[in-house]
């Protein structure tokens, strides 16, 4: 089992530019997560999906979108980068909402 | 809404001294309550997670957790830190109801010198 994986591994944009962040998990797992880790500032969840066909909002919502394409996928697009997405992103994956979280290795987004 | 605190941003160990990393939690009910730990580079991995039953919980890499509901606290422990422990660690807590995900603590950062 692969776990949680993400791609791309590193990114660098420029300021407008777009782009969709991957993340697929092969535990047949119910719920999902995007966040963001910036120094100082943990983890603050993006978006979640409770199961497939739900989306919601998390704390730091603002500049991103998210799918839900199936139970095994869950991709994270920025519409118009700007430099303070700069982040290190993390998806993660669940049972349910209230279970044990799984997380991939991250992907380290630099805007410039 | 549950939340959760850990106090200490940085911590700083002797290797073979003992480790106690806090960790105090708000929530209205019985709540469930989990350590990570992040390697420099890496994603968050389980260390050890309470649900019920018994307080004192054992994790990996010799980790151990007591929840205390007297005091709205899961600190994690272990006994001898090595050097391989440096990392950071992430409390996390979540509610019975399961309608909401899991909240994070900011994390600690564990340093740990010869």
């Known amino acids: 089992n692969a776990g949680v994986t993400q791609t791309p591994k590193f990114q660098v944009l420029k300021t407008g530019q777009s782009m969709t962040l991957q993340c697929a998990q092969d535990?047949?797992?119910?719920?999902m997560y995007w966040y963001r880790q910036d120094p100082g500032m943990g983890l603050r969840l993006i978006y979640y999906s409770a199961s497939e066909g739900t989306t919601d909002k998390g704390e730091v919502p603002n500049g991103y979108n998210v799918s839900r394409l199936n139970k095994r996928e869950f991709s994270l697009r920025l519409e118009s980068a700007a430099p303070s997405q700069t982040s290190v992103y993390f998806c993660?994956?669940?049972?349910?909402?209230?279970?044990?979280?799984?997380f991939g290795p991250g992907t380290r987004l630099l805007v410039l | 809404a549950q939340s959760v605190t850990q106090p200490d941003i940085h911590i700083t160990v002797s290797e073979g001294a003992s480790l106690e990393l806090r960790c105090n939690y708000s929530?209205?009910?019985?709540?469930?309550l989990f350590w990570y730990v992040q390697s420099p580079g890496q994603g968050l991995q389980l260390l050890l997670k309470y649900f019920s039953g018994d307080t004192l919980v054992q994790g990996i890499k010799g980790f151990e957790a007591e929840f205390k509901r007297s005091q709205s606290s899961f600190n994690l422990r272990k006994p001898s830190v090595h050097w391989s422990d440096a990392a950071e660690y992430f409390c996390a807590v979540g509610s019975i109801s399961g309608n909401t995900p899991l909240v994070f603590g900011k994390g600690t950062r564990l340093s740990v010198i010869a």
């Open positions: 993660a994956s669940s049972e349910r909402l209230k279970e044990t979280q799984y």
């Open positions: 535990m047949n797992h119910n719920s």
């Open positions: 929530y209205g009910a019985t709540p469930y």
